[in-house]
């Protein structure tokens, strides 16, 4: 068993979430201007925010400074940018070991927007959820800030939980005791795949995961932009446009995870493979710019994923 699980499984009923017992975890990497208002609407739903900034510039640091004075937050200041899952580990480490000891953490990217319904709806759905003892883990529905695509959409769904496999990081709320047993974030993955990963995990430890179907919040899944081809051949105007960086740690983390696991979820593994390796090709070489410079990420993602490097890539590439 590696250093992410651990023998010993929390099978204790989390206690009820609310505003008191809920610290809110937000990573950031050089913010845009309306951070605060962002980092305000979380407050306002929880009883503590904790900021883990990855080496942000000076003039980013000085408005989180600002926030922190302001709004009370607690800012955790990194040196450079160890990743989104040291991050998370950093501030889940500071929720557990602060006076308050809270039992809820709620993770949020940076650029995620907060409906003020968000938290609460979250409570409604752990309160309605029948597994309370194998619930690990509750996310949030949203709209996609570019496309307004909708994460979970089933139109005929009026519970206020649904079941799901897998969610994004932005707007999870997760159970501190579960966190404990389960293990960490994967340090290894620094950014992608990392909820993917989480959920799996806890899925293999018994533990299930749940969505509250409601839109609760905005969120951008990255970067996008208009083309003409891609609307004449698909009727959609934006498609993704993502950094030569992202595209590395996307293919290198998704064959990753993918590999281990093959001989337990052979389904997922094709599929994900399929996407990675002939889908997001095809985005790249059709529609995405500097196509050359992301291919050679893509194919240096797959060697590494192959030879096992899970090392930080050198910010040129």
Known sequence: MNHYNSPEINRKISPVPNMQNICAIVITYH??????????????????????DNGSSEKNILVLNKISSELGVHLILNEENLGVATAL????????????????????????????QMVQNLINAYKDCPFKKDLGIIGSNYEEYNTGRILYDNKNDK??????????????????????????????????????EYCMRLKENGFRVIISPEVNMRHPLGDYKFDKLFKFLFGRD????????????????????????????????????????????????????FKVKKMRNIFLGIFHAFIGRHSKLNDNH
């Open 238 to 289: 934006m498609i993704t446009n993502y950094s030569p960086i992202r595209h590395y740690y996307w293919t290198r983390n998704g064959i990753t995870i993918a590999a281990e696991q093959f001989g337990k979820n052979i389904k997922w593994s094709i599929k994900e493979l399929y996407y990675l390796l002939i889908r997001r090709v095809m985005i790249v070489l059709f529609f995405e710019d």
């Open 31 to 52: 913010p845009d201007i309306e951070i605060y208002d962002r980092i305000e609407r979380i407050a306002s739903q929880v009883n503590k925010v904790i900021i883990v």
């Open 89 to 116: 580990n950093i501030g889940f480490d500071f929720a557990c070991n602060s006076d308050y000891l809270f039992d809820w953490c709620l993770t949020m990217d940076q650029d995620t927007i907060l409906y003020p």
């Open 159 to 196: 519970n206020s939980w649904a079941e799901v496999e897998h969610l994004p990081t932005s707007g999870c709320l997760t159970s501190v005791a579960i966190y404990k047993s389960v293990g960490k974030f994967r340090d290894n993955l620094f950014i992608d795949y990392i909820d993917t």
